[in-house]
Each structure stands twice: as C-alpha cells, then as structure tokens.
C-alpha cells in the first residue's frame, strides 16, 4: 500500500462529504465483522454497437470511494452492501478490484454479487 503524504489526511471525509455522503457501504471484512463506512457511489452506463449483427449494447460500471483513513482493509472480492444512508437494505456487490494511490481516497472497482 502506497504510503500518504500528510497533506491528505483529513481530505477524504471532506470529499465523502462534498461529493457523496448519502450511501454508505457495509464491508464485511470477516465472517461476523461488518465495517459501516461513508462512501461515494457512482453508477456510469456507457453504449456502443455489438461488431456482429450491429446490435446495441449497454454496460454499466459501479464504483465505489472510501476515504482511505476510514478503509477497514477492502480487498478483491470482498462481500460490500451498498445502502442509503440510514437503511440496511440495498444493492450487493464484489469489490472486484482496488486502487490504493497512497492519496485521499481508496477507490474500488464493484460486480454484480
């Protein structure tokens, strides 16, 4: 893991804030051991034409960012709820890859549970 720079400490939560703030992700780092952190959320659908037949297709990506002083440890293929803020109930995902830059944020890279 990347080592931060003390100018990023405390950047994290101020961009959850800003930028996210209304879900939270349910980390479950060991059996019976689920983490409850702030987080940004985003959904990004981008389109195209299938090389065969000229169909369309769309895909959908979701990611997800943590403040990186707050990461209780995500690592690939981890189990993350993603919920509004507040509820228990929400969408299920796979961290399916994780960026550590050593900066304010700890991104990750989600599928389909």
Request: overall charge negative; some cysteine.
């Amino acid at each position: 893991m990347a080592t931060r720079p003390s100018l990023f400490f405390g950047m994290g939560e101020a961009f959850v804030s800003a930028f996210g703030g209304d879900h939270e992700a349910l980390i479950t780092v060991a059996v019976g051991d689920v983490r409850r952190v702030p987080c940004i959320f985003r959904e990004f659908r981008s389109g195209g034409f299938a090389e065969e037949q000229g169909a369309s297709v769309e895909g959908v990506t979701h990611t997800l960012a943590i403040d990186a002083a707050a990461d209780p440890g995500v690592e690939q293929e981890m189990p993350i709820l993603v919920v509004p803020v507040g509820l228990s109930a929400g969408e299920a995902f796979i961290a399916a890859g994780v960026h550590r830059d050593g900066r304010a944020m700890t991104r990750v890279l989600l599928a389909a549970a």
